[in-house]
């Protein structure tokens, strides 16, 4: 999922990038994309309050790629396109494009409606099963300790572990089974190929689809026109690089994907531009990485970076959006060898840069 903080701290210049289709569609209603591919809206409830989601018709059924997060909007918001736009004509397959609610929230709900498969990728499969899973336990002590070595205070540490599991109330109950789709795999739709190209770091192995015909790359969370992409490091794996896994994907995508495309996001509008904004996205990463670099001039903690990071203050409900982000940087410094951390006899993580072309 997304949230406004992480949104770009300069604003994107409206000249950079063309949205050719104009107005967005109402929820439950579609534009027609290209022949076969229709742009619909589901509803979200929060700041970002939508997520796109795509219709592509094959033969007698229609492909879905993206569904929506579970909420009683999103099934009203199908429950009409079914009977309008989608001419009531069964759903075949369900495509995510990875685990995230706002995406995998109804694949459940239409699998079992429309007696349909889930093809996704295996690691977003099992993670979401994984996360699915921790509905209804106790937050564990490797997720009390994670937070604590960030520098969160007690009151924080309550929060988390109320909201702990949380991931699961925004998902129906996911298939018990599901088709792989893996980098490079080919999928026809419609008579047309639509080719896997995997993304790391946003998720652990998102899914775009790039079919060269249409000239059209469905590009999930893994590319969006007007929000840089929350990269985080989360409890399960404290030392993940996530950071070098999204600059080695968004390398990968400019030379696989022509920049011919029309770059079909999950949030925004459909947009030209897409190696120019793959150039920006990897600049300003690497642009937060220098200025955390500098203010670890002097020992700190995740949650002192927030300013370095962030051109709005950090409230309480984006605590862990946001410190996940400065552990995804920190860590990337870690691996470059630019910084080092040390524990403290409380168990709070402190950063500190290291000047690397000394060693
Ligand atoms: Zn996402």
Same mark, same amino acid.
């Given at each position: 999922?997304?949230?406004?903080?992480?949104?770009?701290?300069?604003?994107?210049?409206?000249?950079?990038?063309?949205?050719?289709?104009?107005?967005?569609?109402?929820?439950?209603?579609?534009?027609?994309?290209?022949?076969?591919?229709?742009?619909?809206?589901?509803?979200?409830?929060?700041?970002?309050?939508?997520?796109?989601?795509?219709?592509?018709?094959?033969?007698?059924?229609? &492909?879905?790629?993206?569904?929506? @997060?579970? %909420?009683?909007?999103?099934?009203?918001?199908?429950?009409?396109?079914?009977? /309008? /736009?989608?001419?009531?004509?069964?759903?075949? $397959? %369900?495509?995510?494009?990875?685990?995230?609610?706002?995406?995998?929230?109804?694949?459940?709900?239409? &699998?079992? $409606?429309?007696?349909?498969?889930?093809?996704?990728?295996?690691?977003?499969?099992?993670?979401?099963?994984?996360?699915?899973?921790? &509905?209804?336990?106790?937050?564990?002590?490797?997720?009390?300790?994670?937070?604590?070595?960030?520098?969160?205070?007690?009151? *924080?540490?309550?929060?988390?572990?109320?909201?702990?599991?949380?991931?699961?109330?925004?998902?129906?109950?996911?298939?018990?089974?599901?088709?792989? @789709?893996?980098?490079?795999?080919?999928?026809?739709?419609?008579?047309? &190929?639509?080719?896997?190209?995997?993304?790391?770091?946003?998720?652990?192995?998102?899914? !775009?689809?790039? !079919?060269?015909?249409?000239?059209?790359? @469905?590009?999930?969370? #893994?590319?969006?026109?007007?929000? /840089?992409?929350?990269?985080?490091?989360?409890?399960?794996?404290?030392?993940?690089?996530?950071?070098?896994?999204?600059?080695?994907?968004?390398?990968?995508?400019?030379?696989?994907?022509?920049?011919?495309?029309?770059?079909?996001?999950?949030?925004?509008?459909?947009?030209?531009?897409?190696?120019?904004?793959?150039? #920006?996205?990897?600049?300003?990463?690497?642009?937060?990485?220098?200025?955390?670099?500098? *203010?670890?001039?002097?020992?700190?903690?995740? @949650?002192?970076?927030?300013? /370095?990071?962030?051109? $709005?203050?950090?409230?309480?409900?984006?605590?862990?959006?946001?410190?996940?982000?400065?552990?995804?940087?920190?860590?990337?410094?870690?691996?470059?060898? #630019?910084?080092?951390?040390?524990?403290?006899?409380?168990?709070?993580?402190?950063?500190?840069?290291?000047?690397?072309?000394?060693?």
């Amino acid at each position: 999922m997304e949230s406004e903080p992480f949104r770009d701290r300069a604003p994107v210049n409206s000249d950079t990038f063309t949205y050719p289709l104009g107005s967005p569609p109402a929820p439950g209603d579609a534009v027609e994309v290209a022949p076969g591919v229709l742009w619909l809206r589901m509803p979200l409830p929060m700041a970002l309050n939508h997520i796109n989601v795509w219709a592509l018709a094959d033969k007698d059924a229609w &492909t879905l790629v993206d569904t929506g @997060i579970q %909420i009683p909007e999103t099934a009203t918001a199908w429950q009409r396109a079914f009977s /309008t /736009t989608l001419h009531g004509r069964p759903v075949g $397959r %369900i495509i995510c494009t990875h685990m995230h609610p706002d995406h995998i929230g109804m694949a459940g709900w239409l &699998t079992r $409606r429309f007696d349909c498969r889930l093809w996704m990728t295996r690691l977003e499969y099992v993670t979401c099963r994984m996360l699915a899973a921790d &509905t209804g336990r106790e937050a564990p002590a490797d997720g009390i300790r994670f937070y604590r070595a960030a520098g969160w205070d007690e009151e *924080a540490i309550e929060d988390y572990k109320a909201r702990f599991g949380e991931f699961g109330k925004h998902i129906y109950a996911l298939p018990d089974s599901f088709r792989r @789709i893996s980098d490079g795999d080919e999928i026809v739709i419609g008579g047309r &190929t639509w080719h896997a190209v995997i993304g790391r770091g946003h998720s652990p192995e998102h899914l !775009c689809l790039h !079919c060269p015909d249409l000239a059209l790359m @469905i590009s999930g969370d #893994q590319v969006l026109p007007r929000i /840089t992409s929350n990269v985080s490091v989360h409890p399960t794996e404290p030392e993940a690089d996530p950071l070098r896994d999204w600059l080695a994907s968004i390398a990968d995508i400019a030379r696989r994907v022509s920049d011919d495309v029309l770059v079909l996001p999950a949030h925004n509008e459909p947009f030209r531009g897409l190696h120019t904004r793959l150039s #920006q996205l990897s600049e300003r990463h690497e642009e937060s990485l220098g200025r955390l670099r500098e *203010a670890l001039c002097e020992p700190k903690r995740a @949650i002192d970076v927030f300013d /370095t990071m962030f051109r $709005r203050p950090v409230g309480p409900g984006l605590l862990s959006f946001a410190t996940g982000e400065a552990l995804a940087h920190l860590n990337c410094l870690i691996h470059r060898r #630019q910084a080092v951390v040390k524990l403290d006899a409380d168990g709070i993580a402190w950063y500190r840069s290291v000047d690397s072309s000394l060693e």
